[in-house]
């Protein structure tokens, strides 16, 4: 058997639970409501077709029940959507030409030491990143085809989602972002409904979604403690960056952290083996983050006796 089934059908499985639980809250709020005078298999039917609709099951950003439901209805009223269709397939095509120059790139270096790995870091991760866009696009490219194409906004990468992920100064921001849908449905799920420590819970929530392999556990845990460094230091950092020549520095400095602590997670959430994790804990590239971690300790310490 292909090794890529494995992966393929734990994708599926992700999708469907998302799409599970979404339906689930959809009926507990009272955004579906169930209409008992029906018959079970009518009642039924509609709630099957959406949860195993099969492009949905490959990929794409989370539908709900009621924009699934509009969309079946009215696909005969609409037209084709072969240009979105098309416009997508374009910027999957630069997407893979960039990737292949990137990898081509990275395949010609040797190994690297000290803090020389940080830049070689950095640049597989923006490897796997570009392979992130590109199959968000390939699955949004799907479900136009399909006629299930996702609103304005609501997909998981747009131009401007794309200007944000690579030029945001903000970890936080960067969150919010990355693959919109998915963390939309965390913040309903979890983070909403999490009365102590909710953004922790909901990273580890998303640890455990995925699979939870040593790299994922790691680095969805460092993820949570990064993005709440990034809500404190920045708020620490901006009040005291008044004029503009300070600022240009805060932000150029900060957006070359978020970079570099990016590729840090990236690069451990894809590690498959413990033995290849310890070896990323042990490099350099684990210099910022617990530079990062300790100003979080000091700014929660220097906090307390204003608090008390």
């Known amino acids: 058997p292909s090794p890529s089934r494995p992966a393929i059908a734990l994708s599926a499985v992700m999708l469907l639970t998302q799409k599970a639980t979404s339906l689930a809250l959809d009926i507990h709020e009272g955004l579906v409501p169930l209409q008992l005078g029906q018959g079970l298999l009518r009642r039924a039917l509609p709630l099957c077709s959406y949860l195993l609709f099969f492009p949905a099951l490959l990929g794409g950003p989370l539908c709900s029940f009621s924009r699934f439901r509009a969309q079946a209805e009215s696909l005969g009223a609409l037209p084709w959507p072969l240009r979105a269709a098309g416009q997508r397939c374009l910027c999957a095509l630069v997407l893979q030409g960039l990737r292949a120059g990137l990898a081509g790139g990275l395949a010609g270096r040797q190994g690297c030491a000290g803090l020389g790995c940080l830049p070689h870091v950095w640049a597989r991760a923006l490897l796997l990143r570009l392979a992130y866009y590109l199959h968000w696009v390939l699955d949004e490219a799907l479900l136009e085809v399909a006629g299930f194409g996702p609103e304005a906004g609501q997909g998981d990468l747009s131009i401007r989602d794309l200007w944000t992920l690579e030029t945001t100064h903000r970890l936080a921001v960067f969150t919010r972002t990355w693959n919109k849908s998915t963390s939309r449905w965390l913040r309903r799920l979890v983070f909403q409904r999490c009365p102590a420590q ?110 008390n």
């Not at 083996?273 to 804990?281: E, R």
Request: proline share 4%; charged share 10%.
């Open 198 to 307: 909710p953004l922790l819970a909901t990273f580890a929530f998303s640890a455990w979604w995925h699979g939870l392999r040593p790299g994922q556990v790691f680095g969805f845990l460092c993820w949570a403690v990064m993005v709440e460094a990034d809500y404190r230091i920045n708020a620490f950092l901006s009040a005291r960056a008044t004029s503009q020549g300070m600022k240009l520095l805060y932000r150029g400095t900060t957006w070359v952290f978020t970079q570099l602590i990016v590729a840090y997670i990236l690069v451990a959430v894809e590690t498959e083996s413990f033995s290849t994790l310890c070896l990323l804990w042990t490099s350099c590239n684990s210099i910022l983050p617990l530079a990062y971690g300790f100003a979080l300790l000091l700014l929660l310490f220097a906090k307390k006796p204003k608090q």
